[in-house]
Structure formats: C-alpha cells, structure tokens
C-alpha cells in the first residue's frame, strides 16, 4: 500500500495546515495547475503557495530525505511504502507553516545519523531495514521522553519520530488502518461540529 502526495496534503489538513500547491516544486515535473487540481481534490482547505517557495529539501541535501524516508520505512506497518513524495510534501507544509521546523530537522537528521553510526558504523539510511531497527531498539527512540527542547534524543522523538507517525496515522491509508478516517474538522472527525437545525 503506497503513501501518496495527496495523503500528505490530508495530513496537513488534519494538523490544521493549509496543504501548499506549490509543493510541485519540490518533487519534479509537475506542473502547478495539476498540483493545484490534486489539492483540490485533497483539501477544501488547501491553498496556493507563494512563487518563492523553497525547492532544497529540508537539510539542503538529498540524504535527508533520503534519512526520513529510511526512517517512515521503519515506523510505519510493513504493509505500507512510505514515498518520497509523500515525505517530502509533509515535511514542506510543516516548514513552510512554521520555519524554525527546518532547523529541528537539520538538527535530528544530524543526532540520528551519530546514533547510527555508533551502533552500526554507518549514517541511518544508508543501514539495512534491519539494522535500522536494531538502532531504534538500542536506544531511547521511539520508546524515550519526546520533548520540543529537550535533549538531542527527545527532541528526535518529538520533531521527526512523532511528526512522521502523526502524518502517517492522520492520512486516509493510515486512518482507514486504525479506524480513524475522519480527521478534525471533518463529519465523524474530533472537532467537528454538525450544523444546528434552524
């Protein structure tokens, strides 16, 4: 089961972010009318990007996306193909809706890959689904504090652990696996209020 651009943009939404067209910019070839359309189709709370929307990926190297997605593979049930695509268009509405998260994510990639490097020798996505694991188990990631401004590994925890499992599980594939395919905001979804009978 694969995680697309568009389960993205319901993530953002469901977080309360308005899901950028212009996110095209970041994944290739794709024009922004069609971006636009997808959006559209998405969200009724999706709105254009500005022109000056950034086109790096978070850390300014293609190895961070590269480390994120290694990271979702891990997190997410087997059955499901975390994409590029779908990563990286998460990961560019939560930037661009509060820009210190780019620095957070510098920063985690950087205390992951010391961590995988001291249990297996190597940066974090360039290990096996397996030593990945073992990276994961022989630390406090995922099982740890999770704190915004804690220490290195908590603040792993909050900002790239917790991040990607919130995207995961608020998208319609992660939703419609646990039974929560109605995110806040819309019918049956926490937060959302019906309209009163005049």
């Known amino acids: 089961m694969e995680l697309s651009r568009r389960d993205a943009l319901a993530a953002l939404s469901a977080a309360g972010i308005a899901a950028t067209a212009g996110c095209s910019s970041l994944l290739g070839d794709e024009g922004t009318e069609t971006a636009a359309e997808e959006t559209d189709e998405a969200t009724a709370t999706a709105t254009d990007a500005p022109t000056d929307a950034p086109t790096?990926?978070?850390?300014?190297?293609?190895?961070?996306?590269?480390?994120?997605?290694?990271?979702?593979?891990?997190?997410?049930?087997?059955?499901?193909?975390p994409t590029?695509?779908?990563?990286?268009?998460?990961?560019?509405?939560?930037?661009?809706?509060?820009?210190?998260?780019?620095?957070?994510?510098?920063?985690?990639?950087?205390?992951?890959?010391?961590?995988?490097?001291?249990?297996?020798g190597d940066d974090f996505h360039a290990l096996s689904a397996d030593e990945r694991v073992s990276v994961i188990e022989?630390?406090?990631?995922?099982?740890?504090?999770?704190?915004?401004?804690?220490?290195?590994?908590?603040?792993?925890?909050?900002?790239?652990?917790?991040?990607?499992?919130?995207?995961?599980?608020?998208?319609?594939?992660?939703?419609?696996?646990?039974?929560?395919?109605?995110?806040?905001?819309?019918p049956g979804g926490y937060g959302y209020s019906p309209p009163l009978d005049q």
């Not at 790096?56 to 193909?81: I, N």
């Open 138 to 186: 022989n630390t406090d990631l995922r099982t740890g504090d999770s704190v915004h401004d804690g220490s290195d590994v908590e603040r792993v925890n909050y900002h790239l652990v917790d991040e990607l499992l919130f995207a995961f599980y608020s998208s319609p594939v992660g939703g419609e696996m646990v039974g929560t395919q109605n995110p806040r905001g819309f």
């Open 84 to 120: 590029e695509s779908f990563v990286q268009t998460y990961l560019y509405g939560r930037i661009y809706a509060e820009e210190a998260y780019a620095g957070e994510v510098d920063s985690g990639i950087e205390t992951l890959n010391g961590l995988a490097n001291d249990e297996a």
């Open 56 to 81: 790096e990926t978070p850390a300014d190297e293609a190895s961070s996306m590269d480390t994120m997605v290694a990271l979702a593979e891990v997190l997410y049930p087997s059955e499901v193909e």
